[in-house]
C-alpha cells in the first residue's frame, strides 16, 4: 500500500517564499508528482521527480529525496493566485505512471 | 489547442438510476485516465486506457461501474444503477505515449446521487 502524509493547510504572504513538504511510504516507488488545483478546477502538473535533488522550473521548485521518502514543493515570490490546493502523489513500480494521491495542502496566500 | 474535455459538467441523479459521463481527451493522447474524488476523501485512481484497450482497471469499484473507449478516443463512463457512495467528482486525464507522467485533467463531472 502507499501513505502519502502532507499538511493540511498553510498560509502566507504575497511575495514571500513557502515549502510544502510531502512524505511518503509506498511498497514500491516510481517517482513523485506535484499538482496544483484551483476551487472547482482540474488539477494542474507542476512536476514529476524520479531522481533525488532539487529540480527548478520558474517560481517553482521540488525536491526529492528517495532514501528519506520525502519531497518538498517550494513556491518564490508568492502571488495571490497561488491560492490553492497543492496534491503530492507517488506512482509505483512498472511503467504505468499512476499516481496515488494525498489529500493535498492547501495554500492561502494573503497580503 | 483545446484542453481535456468532460460532459456533463454536474449530473443530479437518484438512486437507482443510471448515468453516463464522457471525456474527451486532448486530441493524439493515446493515454486516457478515469479517476474520481469522494468528498472528503483524495483523488483515487479508476482506470486506464491505451488507445482502445484497457491496460488497468484495479480501480474499479465494482461491477456497477463500466468504461469503454471505442475507437481509441473519447471515452464514457456508466454507472448502472447508481448508489448514493458514488457520488463524488469524475475527472477523466489524458497524456501523450512517451510522456505519461504529465497527465492534463480534464474541470471533472459533479455526480451527485440522491
Known amino acids: 500500500g502507499q501513505n502519502i502524509d502532507q499538511p493540511t493547510e498553510m498560509t502566507a504572504t504575497e511575495g514571500a517564499i513557502v515549502q510544502i513538504n510531502c512524505t511518503y511510504q509506498?511498497?514500491?516507488?516510481?517517482?513523485l508528482f506535484w499538482y496544483q488545483q484551483h476551487a472547482g478546477e482540474a488539477p494542474t502538473f507542476l512536476s514529476y521527480n524520479v531522481l533525488d535533488g532539487l529540480e527548478e522550473k520558474g517560481r517553482f521548485s521540488s525536491f526529492l529525496s528517495r532514501s528519506k521518502g520525502y519531497s518538498y514543493l517550494l513556491l518564490k515570490e508568492l502571488q495571490m493566485k497561488d491560492s490553492a490546493s497543492y496534491l503530492c502523489a507517488v506512482s509505483g513500480t512498472g511503467g504505468s505512471y499512476i499516481p496515488t494521491f494525498g489529500r493535498g495542502t492547501s495554500l492561502i496566500v494573503h497580503p | 489547442e483545446a484542453g481535456v474535455t468532460q460532459f456533463p459538467s454536474h449530473s443530479v441523479i437518484e438512486k437507482g438510476q443510471t448515468v453516463t459521463l464522457r471525456c474527451d481527451p486532448i486530441?493524439?493522447?493515446?493515454?486516457l485516465y478515469w479517476y474520481r474524488r469522494v468528498m472528503g476523501k483524495e483523488i483515487k485512481f479508476l482506470l486506464h486506457f491505451v488507445k482502445e484497450s484497457k491496460q488497468d482497471e484495479s480501480g474499479m469499484p465494482n461491477n456497477r461501474f463500466l468504461a469503454e473507449r471505442t475507437g481509441g478516443t473519447y471515452s464514457t463512463l456508466k454507472v448502472q444503477p447508481a448508489e448514493l457512495e458514488d457520488s463524488g467528482v469524475y475527472f477523466c486525464a489524458s497524456s501523450q505515449i512517451w510522456k505519461p507522467y504529465e497527465q492534463y485533467f480534464g474541470p471533472g463531472t459533479r455526480l451527485t446521487v440522491t
Open positions: 509506498t511498497s514500491g516507488f516510481n517517482g
Open positions: 486530441s493524439g493522447h493515446d493515454n
